[in-house]
């Protein structure tokens, strides 16, 4: 969710399942190679499980299973983009992330009412950069698990 | 003048740092009075009591009185004082010590404890005029042949204390001059009139000696001014009333030491600890710090590991000579790092006679509100515990003892039917084996009746109505939240700690909690902690490619076992265990591992008696002394697993909770779900239970 009003905000963007996708960079602490991550059992289905992350052990949130497309094996791109929001820190696996924007307030608009999909309630909005559409990443509900309170959403 | 506003910030600062030291300074000097009057009570039918015990006594409340007095705190102030007055009666002989005097005393304490808490806890203070008056009535036929002063003149401003200069005080006193302390407090209208401090300390000058001048800060953080004055004019209080000074009669304490000294035998050491509050040779650390250092040798263990990592992979690498000056160099560190880490740990530690101590006080008073006897045992009160454990240990073991007094131990007409003594046991043993602190709370009372247990859990909804299971371990049952015998009815095991909460904080811990309980023998609950929370050493053992680290605390035998010793009944796998058969758990299977059966495996042979249990692993590869890192996401917060650490290598290992991961299992078996189903039904009930606790 952009914070200020005036001004332009610093995104980071990444890839995932073909779809460019932006973090504010305000809450992204770093980003890390991913090397091995250890399964934490009877963890929610979209954890792939824990990594240290500077001595402090943090989730993986693989976000392809957040989303609901299928897996893929990691490779030299991919990512773990640490997020450090509302006192939690955890990771997200994303495909690949290289770029830095900055966005003014007004070229996020609301998400339009037609978007469907797991996905689109993650969504803090959609803005057009060059020809790209890009989805700005509402990470408050990415961290959430409610969801998985009722258990027709998993799976 | 220091008195503008921009001062005040500072002085309600160092006012909070004050009184910081001030609830400190209380809690070891109730404390000191809880042990003195713990040692005093044998004593009453004796024709005379330990002079010494009642001077510390004494003291207690004495610096209790002072301290509150210094910070405002007159419920404290005046409790105190009235404790004192009592006792120092006693000490003259005056009045003499017996059971009335002495609950009185006791409830004294416990009521001083109360007031102070709840100023420090900001809540209502508890009113202790009923409390004041029964001491009044105790110096009642005292008080008419007396000619102390009157007990509720209480100063409006607090006697300061000089320390060394009271000496001086002492000295001119007793050559005929008085001594007075003068409180000026500045204000804008005084200054205008032209009275400030050094108009004050001028005047005071001409009157006599000043021997002591000192700013203070009183309850609203205002900055008063205390002075005290020796003077042979008598008139000088007079003189000072008249420019608008508070003034009031100084007696130094070292005075009224000396002047209760004539009466009495002297006691050692009496003018030394009442103005030192602290023995000199102790320094006092905010635990937060030593978390700090525990921190830092963490780090430096994990260190060591990774160099013990790279030494294996230069193996064969480097020539034979040089790696092993490597490798003493390596051992070396390694003993020094233990040292230190011994060291650090040490540091950390205090008794548990303080905790045991305050038993004996709640067992007091049980047994008077129910009217049952009971008597409280110690054994092993000098072990050491780290201090972070101690505090949340005792609210768990306050809720054991009560539990003890309260349902544990039967009336005593039943006891003597049942040909026991009409007094209850309780005994409380602490001990340390190895890196284990073990506590023991065990009664010989009536023992737990499971049946009971069960048909009270199945009343309120706890369990399901089904046949009772006999296996169902009955602590399991005990320990739903929610579950406590008799609660409503008394409130005796008060204060909303549970038997869910005792397990919670021991597990919490990395500790076990277990019970054995035999009809009409009594009951036994068994706390084991590790001995240190941030570093532990720990098994590390593998079951397909995944590692994992099992507490050594938890673990009683590895056995070595072939798939032909094993006995299978319906779906369980039972391996013979000492004469006896223990159900078998493979780690695989709970966590959803995948990995071929062996026919060859590891088992670690978890808990006590008949709740025994074995964990089967591929293969354990070695102790190591682990850096315990906690799991505090909720995303990976699952049950049965207790932090994660590495060991060496970068990678996480999770560190296991047996204890807990067993009974998650238990529940999902009762329950008859199959251990494992899908992981999204077996995730989701496992998430509500961590939310619901949250």
Known sequence: MPSESSGVTPFILFELAGTTYAVETQVVQQMEMVEHITPVPNAPAFVDGVVFVRGQAVPVVNLRARFGFPRIVSDAKTRLMVVAYEGRTVGLLVDSAREFITLPAEAVKPPPEAVTGLSGKYLAGIATVGDRVVLVLEVHEVLNFQDLLSPTSVN | MPTDSPSTDDGSSAFSEFLADYYIECDEHLATARRSILAIEPQLQQSSIDRSLLDELFRSFHSLKGLSAMVGFNEAEELAHQLENFLSAVRKGHVRLEVPGLETLVSGIGTLEQVIAARRDGEAVPDPSALVSSVSLLLADYAENSNTTAPTASASHSPVSLGEKEKVIAEKLRAGAKAWQVTFEPSPELVSRGIDVNFVRNKLLTLGELVHSEPLIDVAGHIVFAFVLVSNDERAPHKLQAEGLVCEAFLPRTATEILQATAVAPAAGDSESSTHLTPPNLVRVDLSRLDDLMRIVGELVLSRARLEDSFRRLNGVMPGGEMRMLQETNSAIERQLRDLREGVMRVRMVSVREVFARMRFVVRDLVRELGTQATLRFSGEDTQIDKYVVERIMDPLLHLVRNAVSHGLEPSDERIAAGKSAVGHIDLRARTTGETVIIEVEDDGRGIDAEA??????????????????????????????????????????????????????????????????????????????????????????????????????????????????????????????????????????????????????????????????????????????????????????????????????????????????????????????????????????????????
């Open chain 2, 453 to 694: 247990v069960l048909a009270q859990a199945r009343a309120r909804g706890l369990v399901a109505p089904q046949p009772a299971k006999v296996s169902d371990p009955i602590l399991d049952v005990l320990c739903l939240p929610g579950f406590s015998t008799r609660e409503q009815a008394d409130r005796a095991s008060g204060r909303g700690v549970g038997m869910d909460v005792v397990r919670t904080v021991v597990e919490e811990m990395g500790g076990m909690f277990s019970m054995e309980t035999k009809q009409g023998q009594g009951t036994r609950f068994l706390i084991q902690l590790p001995l240190t929370l941030a570093i532990t050493d720990a098994l590390i053992v593998q079951v397909a490619d995944q590692r994992f680290a099992v507490p050594q605390v938890a673990v009683r035998e590895v056995l070595h076992s072939d798939s032909d010793r094993l006995t299978l009944m319906e779906k369980n796998e039972l391996l013979h265990y000492h004469g006896g058969v223990i159900p078998l758990f493979r780690l695989a299977e709970l966590f959803g591992v995948d990995g071929a059966k062996n026919d060859s495996f590891y088992t670690l042979v978890i808990g006590e008696g008949a709740q025994a249990v074995g964990l089967v692993v591929d293969r354990v590869l070695g102790l190591r002394e682990v850096v315990v890192r906690p799991l505090t996401d909720r995303l990976v917060k699952v049950p049965g697993v207790a932090g994660a650490t590495e060991l060496g290598d970068g990678k996480v290992v999770l560190i296991l909770d047996v204890s807990k991961l067993f009974r998650v299992t238990r529940q999902q078996v009762n329950s008859a779900n199959p251990i494992v189903t899908s992981l999204a039904g077996g995730t989701s009930s496992l998430i509500s239970q961590n939310v619901g606790a949250k």
